[in-house]
């Protein structure tokens, strides 16, 4: 069994168009000012990301700016976020793959070893060179001084769940008119029939499949 594969794939495959979703971990929440993405079809479209440069230097003015407007946008999180899912992935799939008596031993080890290997700050720290290039020391305090206001704070606690609902909503309503527009495709393409509308399950080998018992009391003897 390709398990490391495995794993690899379903760590991937689930950090991106599973944040649309509820999944039963918390997902990495959607920050105010930052466009939802969804994540292109298909596994060529997963490709591990080019770590950031930690080297670039950013004004220690800026930067304290920044990390205020990180925290005041509850951005400063992210790596905390991040961090909980991925964990809480890995619990769900190494509980398929692993016995019950040892999974809260490797979990505990697991996540030691991976708070160590990449603590949440990193992310934090990651993203001050992100904000740097994007923004103006001007718009970082503009922005602040939104994002202070009772307003902002709304749209700080609330965004998440709005981008959620959105992004589900919008994905039944596309997802739906796909399905019109195949529908009506059937004629002039034979071949979408069986996709759209697959057959029941075969017979039983031996003769025609035995019909469903009857709802109701069993036959008095």
Same mark, same amino acid.
């Given at each position: 069994m390709k398990f490391p594969i495995t794993l690899a794939a379903a760590l991937l495959c689930a950090a991106a168009p599973a944040f649309a979703q509820a999944p039963a971990a918390t +997902? =990495?929440?959607?920050?105010?000012? !930052? /466009?939802?993405?969804? #994540? +292109? &079809?298909? &596994?060529? +479209? !997963?490709? /591990?990301? #080019? =770590? /950031? $440069?930690?080297?670039?230097?950013v004004d220690p003015a800026k930067e304290a700016a920044i990390r205020h407007l990180m925290d005041v946008t509850e951005t400063s999180k992210l790596g905390d976020n991040i961090n909980a899912y991925l964990t809480d992935r890995i619990r769900t799939i190494m509980s398929r793959n692993m016995t019950p008596d040892k999974l809260p031993k490797f979990m505990d080890a697991f996540s030691q070893k991976f708070s160590a290997a990449s603590p949440s700050s990193a992310v934090t720290d990651a993203m001050v060179p992100i904000y740097a290039r994007a923004f103006t020391m001007e718009d970082i305090q503009e922005m602040t001084k939104f994002y202070e206001s009772p307003v902002g704070q709304k749209m700080v606690k609330q965004l998440p769940k709005v981008t959620q609902d959105s992004q589900t909503t919008g994905v039944q309503?596309?997802?739906? #008119? +796909?399905? $019109? !527009?195949?529908?009506?495709?059937?004629d002039d393409y034979p071949e979408l029939k069986p996709m759209l509308h697959p057959p029941s399950a075969a017979p039983a080998p031996g003769g025609a499949p035995s019909p469903e018992p009857s709802p109701g009391p069993p036959p008095q003897r």
């Amino acid at each position: 069994m390709k398990f490391p594969i495995t794993l690899a794939a379903a760590l991937l495959c689930a950090a991106a168009p599973a944040f649309a979703q509820a999944p039963a971990a918390t +997902a =990495p929440t959607h920050q105010p000012g !930052v /466009p939802a993405q969804h #994540a +292109a &079809p298909g &596994p060529s +479209a !997963v490709s /591990p990301a #080019a =770590p /950031p $440069s930690l080297e670039e230097k950013v004004d220690p003015a800026k930067e304290a700016a920044i990390r205020h407007l990180m925290d005041v946008t509850e951005t400063s999180k992210l790596g905390d976020n991040i961090n909980a899912y991925l964990t809480d992935r890995i619990r769900t799939i190494m509980s398929r793959n692993m016995t019950p008596d040892k999974l809260p031993k490797f979990m505990d080890a697991f996540s030691q070893k991976f708070s160590a290997a990449s603590p949440s700050s990193a992310v934090t720290d990651a993203m001050v060179p992100i904000y740097a290039r994007a923004f103006t020391m001007e718009d970082i305090q503009e922005m602040t001084k939104f994002y202070e206001s009772p307003v902002g704070q709304k749209m700080v606690k609330q965004l998440p769940k709005v981008t959620q609902d959105s992004q589900t909503t919008g994905v039944q309503i596309e997802q739906n #008119a +796909a399905m $019109s !527009v195949l529908d009506g495709m059937q004629d002039d393409y034979p071949e979408l029939k069986p996709m759209l509308h697959p057959p029941s399950a075969a017979p039983a080998p031996g003769g025609a499949p035995s019909p469903e018992p009857s709802p109701g009391p069993p036959p008095q003897r």
